[in-house]
């Protein structure tokens, strides 16, 4: 009796087990993310007050961007997603961290990310995330970013868009990947030196 409850117990631990695992399609060998190119040295510090610091937001973007795969723009009215191509994060979410990185090598001012700072920070960024994606008839991934700056007192609200394409891009998962990280950084580069100057 002993061996048939033991028996059944290893039954029903290897059904539970079973029921964890996903027997579906395979997952890509590698996940996307975005890195900075210019980012503060080891050991750098940057101190302030709150109220003067830049505070990044997360951007907005439309649901086609708001998903861990890359939309690949088939043509003026029709998306797909790139093969074996996922991010670890969403892309706004890296795009946030990628461009506050970006601000605080290029600027050495006290910036923060996101939370409850914007309340009291000095200068908010944010905006829309309009494409960061392969484009299939130009063969190329493209970065656009309406970014939207608010002085806080000092004067009205600014808006820029912001644009970075890296042509002659083959649609697989490890160039595109490269490239969208190379263009996100292109553009982060540019708002932050719109934000310096």
Request: charged letters at 20%; one cysteine or more.
């Amino acid at each position: 009796m002993n061996r048939l409850a033991s028996g059944l117990l290893a039954a029903v631990a290897a059904l539970s087990i079973s029921a964890c695992v996903s027997l579906g399609t395979k997952p890509p060998d590698e996940l996307l993310k975005l890195s900075a190119q210019d980012s503060a040295p080891a050991g750098a510090t940057s101190s302030g007050q709150l109220t003067d610091a830049i505070v990044v937001l997360d951007p907005e973007s439309d649901r086609g961007l708001d998903v861990l795969r890359v939309p690949v723009t088939v043509d003026s009215s029709s998306v797909a997603y790139l093969k074996d191509a996922l991010w670890v994060e969403k892309p706004t979410r890296q795009f946030r961290s990628l461009l506050a990185e970006t601000l605080r090598a290029r600027t050495g001012q006290l910036v923060v990310e996101g939370g409850d700072f914007e309340v009291t920070g000095k200068t908010l960024i944010g905006g829309r995330l309009l494409q960061m994606g392969y484009d299939a008839q130009a063969s190329a991934v493209v970065v656009r970013f309406d970014a939207v700056r608010t002085e806080r007192g000092n004067g009205p609200l600014q808006t820029r868009r912001f644009e970075a394409v890296v042509n002659g891009v083959e649609a697989k998962a490890k160039p595109v990947g490269a490239a969208l990280n190379q263009a996100a950084n292109d553009v982060a580069r540019q708002v932050a030196d719109w934000v310096k100057g």
